[in-house]
């Protein structure tokens, strides 16, 4: 295919891709399957599109267009060219506040587009639980819905105009037409008269009469929305054709008045199927969404750092918790129907508590866990048994929603299969996700038969195969079943007419390979030996910790949240979380995967890599890419070499100490402009990044020249590499407080936590330091804290991956606190008193990546809110993009500031200079200064400041 990728790259303005690597990352989307395409483009605007399709066309080569990749059911592979129309087609052209219209091209995020109409109080209706990654041209491709689906809709209800390639590359835009447009176009000799010629002759009574009843339908062609529309337009009739018919470019859609208040009522049930049979009380109080979740997932969430608060709020232990949401713009109202609905379900005696959430803060918590089951529901898998997607989209009349379910069960315990339950009780969709290790042939076997007997039981309630996921590789082989010879017939001429050589993602709605082909598991060879330094075992080895990734794509999110940093910065498959992933599943199949690992290509990938950990907490999977990168570091050291720069930073301890011995010496070259060029030269230290101050009265020496504390429990404070030799004023006020507060202080200065030499994949380094370090803490009760997370929480996590059996490392790590919980206890206890009011005074915090993935920054913000009078803001700005050694490398100082310029600097730059700013990461305040020439704060200066009385 030399020639194809040839011609396209000649062709498009976009980029094209046809290495082994890109190929395999677009060989999967969020299904169960894999098909590895010939290569992908990367359009940026509808010509590229159009070209892309003409260049395939001329050598027969299939397109398959993609949006996010989160398809559930196989929709975004296929053996073609894939048209990754996510990367540049992003931008909302317009929006109509007056029409309550926009016009986007089809990259554009559902979230994205919200908040753009939020300020005209407007938004679009279909509302998915992915909403913070799904295009809009993949909801179109699906004919997506979500939880306010009973009010608002499907995708096909908000679409107007669509501009389209269609298969032989011309454009066309699908709106509305009168008789007399329609003849005119049908009267055309090219592929567009052909559709306005033969597509009215399939809209017979008899074919319409065909379709399932139930109306919530993500299957097939939609003829019966086309015959029932007097203007003809084919742009809602192609929603939901999942790319087999065209290729969106462009989409007005049409917007909806956003509620001013929202209030939840959430039930607690002893069951799944109370749960359910509550709904019909829940719906008779007109609720905007109702939503089921089941213990499999409760019990997920409480394990994540990132939806502890959930855990916090519930009452008891329940087996499953319905979601009731009432929206609208008079609260009185939505009050009056959260009473309504609580005194029903008491005087039906459905659950046995209702919890209600009134205030966005009330429910931050819950909406946060609802949005994520899937994720939480696949963080169940162990090994290669997932819960799959291929009877997960079914849906009927909510009225037999209970008898339905129970049905449902009954099948899977007669195949042996146990599920996880959550979905749309509003609208009776259930996304029961079946437990199946697809390498298993007994499981493939189970797997088909169970997705028979669902198909033939929706159809006796009426209801459908398929309501919002669409039907993929996982459902388009039972469509000839479901919508009967002559429906079927019909709709496989609706694909002839539109695609008469079948190259618009074939495969999929008609004509469709076995449920059973292409599974991504089954597909895949076992994984070859490999020595590794770090300990994946509890995953099943360095592949398995990579292949837990099913690709559902949080890590492609934007707005909120830390990870994937590079993500939000490049929109680049490969710099997320999952592209890193399914990058090292691939060299970790490979015959030699030692030899593989060393790939240049692969560390391309994971070069923008800034091991933030974000990942670990984030991922619903905890796919750890900072430990699979250190490793794969590691494994290229033991081929290459170490680098020069990679020892620097990995020594830096050692560099900051001598820093501080050679002070104010020491800081001459980082203001010597030709001394910086060098640097950047000889090391790669960007020029434009100021360098540290280190500081001749160091921590350690301060700390000697102070009297001995004399009683007191006893603290160990790690003197971390950073605020010791360049900040030693942070230290300091950490000593001072935990003194203040009658503590015995124990500074542990001795040797480095490695977190240094980790991050540049020096695991040897790592492993000694840890191995030394924890020898000279064990043995005591004592609690361990430090000033810079990273290097302290190095201690509780790394540690533990580098020595998995060394007890002194075990004992150790339980040991370690954060210093703002001491601090909170002696606050509590009356051993630190804050004297000094900030009345007035705003603080803005940031928390540091790693102190969010691995213990969350809550007792940073509850010791803040302490200072009296102050009001604190914690920001969700991602990460600083500083990451250490990452900002200061000149090859990634670009990405580095546009990461930070994403979020983190507009955040800052929109305070006042009145407001007080404070983080925890040495990097993460270095980029701050860099980026908005403003000075933060360590937590812990502002809390001395409030003891002292002397104001920041």
Not at 422 to 438: A, E, K, M, N, Q
Request: aromatic letters at 6%; proline letters at 5%; a neutral charge.
């Amino acid at each position: 295919m030399n020639g194809l990728a040839h011609d396209l790259e000649k062709a498009l303005d976009g980029e094209v891709g046809f290495d082994a690597y890109t190929r395999h990352l677009f060989s999967r989307d969020a299904s169960m399957y894999t098909i590895r395409p010939l290569g992908v483009a990367f359009p940026q605007h509808a010509g590229d599109v159009a070209a892309a399709i003409s260049v395939a066309g001329s050598y027969g080569v299939p397109v398959v267009p993609r949006g996010a990749g989160t398809s559930l059911a196989g929709q975004t592979i296929g053996r073609g060219l894939v048209l990754d129309l996510s990367r540049h087609m992003r931008d909302i052209v317009e929006i109509d506040p007056e029409r309550r219209v926009a016009r986007v091209q089809p990259g554009v995020v559902q979230d994205q587009l919200n908040r753009a109409a939020a300020p005209h109080g407007l938004m679009f209706g279909p509302d998915t639980s992915t909403s913070n990654r799904a295009t809009i041209g993949g909801m179109l491709g699906n004919n997506s819905a979500g939880s306010g689906s009973v009010r608002y809709g499907m995708t096909i209800d908000h679409v107007r105009e669509l501009d389209v390639v269609l298969a032989d590359a011309s454009t066309a835009r699908f709106a509305p037409v009168d008789a007399g447009e329609r003849r005119r176009r049908a009267e055309a000799k090219t592929l567009e008269g052909e559709i306005y010629r033969r597509l009215p002759e399939l809209l017979t009574d008899e074919i319409v009469a065909g379709f399932p009843p139930y109306w919530r339908r993500a299957c097939g062609y939609r003829l019966d929305r086309l015959a029932g529309d007097p203007s003809f337009n084919l742009a809602p009739f192609v929603v939901g054709s999942e790319g087999t018919l065209v290729t969106v470019t462009e989409a007005l859609v049409g917007l909806v008045p956003k509620p001013a208040r929202t209030v939840i009522a959430v039930g607690h049930f002893t069951s799944t199927l109370g749960a359910i049979e509550a709904t019909g009380d829940a719906l008779s109080c007109d609720p905007a969404a109702v939503e089921m979740m089941d213990r499999t997932i409760l019990d997920l969430s409480r394990q994540k750092i990132e939806y502890a608060d959930l855990g916090q709020i519930l009452e008891g232990d329940p087996e499953a918790l319905l979601f009731v949401s009432f929206s609208g713009d008079d609260e009185d109202e939505l009050i009056g129907r959260l009473d309504r609905l609580t005194a029903l379900w008491t005087k039906h005696k459905h659950g046995y508590h209702t919890l209600r959430a009134e205030t966005p803060q009330q429910q931050a918590g819950l909406l946060k866990v609802r949005k994520s089951s899937l994720g939480l529901l696949m963080a169940a898998s162990t090994g290669t048994l997932r819960p799959l997607a291929f009877v997960e989209d079914t849906a009927v009349d909510p009225k037999h929603l209970a008898e339905y379910t129970r049905r449902f069960q009954q099948v899977l315990d007669r195949h042996g299969l146990r599920a996880g339950f959550y979905g749309h009780c509003s609208v009776g969709c259930l996304h029961i996700r079946p437990f199946v290790d697809v390498r298993r042939p007994e499981h493939v076997r189970a797997m088909r038969e169970v997705a028979v007997e669902i198909k033939d039981l929706v159809r006796e309630y009426g209801g459908v195969n398929s309501s919002e996921h669409g039907d993929g590789l996982a459902r388009s082989e039972f469509n000839r079943e479901i919508f009967g010879d002559t429906l079927y017939e019909a709709m496989r001429t609706v694909k002839e007419i539109f695609d008469p050589d079948n190259r618009m993602n074939p495969g999929k709605i008609v004509d469709a390979p076995t449920m059973t082909a292409n599974l991504r598991d089954a597909l895949l060879p076992p994984a070859p030996p490999l020595r590794t330094h770090l300990d994946f075992e509890v995953v099943g080895g360095m592949r398995g910790a990579a292949d837990r990734c099913m690709n559902i794509g949080l890590c492609r999110k934007d707005s909120a949240g830390v990870m994937c940093p590079s993500y939000m910065a490049t929109y680049q498959e490969e710099h997320a979380t999952r592209g890193r992933a399914n990058a090292l599943v691939k060299a970790l199949s490979e015959p030699d995967p030692a030899a593989a690992l060393d790939d240049e290509r692969l560390h391309e990938i994971l070069d923008l890599c800034l091991m933030c950990k974000a990942c670990k907490s984030e991922c619903p999977l905890g796919v750890d890419l900072a430990a699979l990168k250190a490793e794969t570091l590691a494994q290229r050291h033991e081929r290459r070499g170490v680098p020069l720069r990679s020892r620097v930073f990995g020594g830096i301890r050692r560099l900051n100490r001598l820093g501080s011995a050679t002070a104010p010496l020491s800081n001459l070259p980082g203001r010597i402009r030709p001394v910086r060029r060098l640097l950047e030269r000889g090391l790669g230290i960007a020029a434009e990044r100021p360098l540290p101050v280190f500081h001749r009265a160091n921590l350690v020496r301060w700390f000697r020249g102070r009297p001995a504390a004399a009683g007191g429990d006893e603290v160990v404070l790690l003197a971390d590499s950073f605020t010791t030799y360049t900040e030693p004023r942070i230290g300091r006020a950490a000593v001072e407080l935990l003194t203040a507060a009658g503590r015995r202080v124990r500074l542990e200065s001795d040797g480095c936590c490695g977190r240094a030499s980790y991050s540049k994949g020096l695991l040897d380094d790592a492993r000694r330091q840890a191995g030394e370090l924890a020898r000279r803490l064990a043995g005591s009760s004592s609690p361990i804290v430090g000033c810079e997370p990273s290097c302290v929480l190095t201690l509780r996590d790394e540690h533990r991956r580098l020595l998995p059996d060394d007890p002194h490392v075990r004992e150790v790590s339980g040991r370690v606190r954060q210093i703002e919980e001491l601090l909170l206890e002696d606050l509590d206890a009356g051993r630190l008193t804050l004297n000094l009011s900030f009345t007035g005074r705003r603080i803005v915090y940031h928390g540091h990546c790693h102190q969010k993935a691995e213990v969350g920054t809550a007792a940073t913000v509850a010791l803040l809110r302490r200072i009296p009078g102050a009001e604190v803001v914690e920001l969700d700005a991602g990460c600083c993009g500083m990451a250490g050694s990452f900002g200061f490398e000149s090859e990634h100082y670009e990405v580095s500031m546009a990461i930070g310029e994403s979020r983190l600097f507009p955040a800052v730059r929109q305070e006042p200079p009145g407001t007080i700013l404070a983080a925890t990461g040495v990097s993460c305040r270095q980029q701050i200064r860099h980026g908005t020439d403003r000075v933060a704060w360590h937590p812990l200066e502002l809390i001395q400041k409030a003891v002292v009385d002397v104001a920041p």
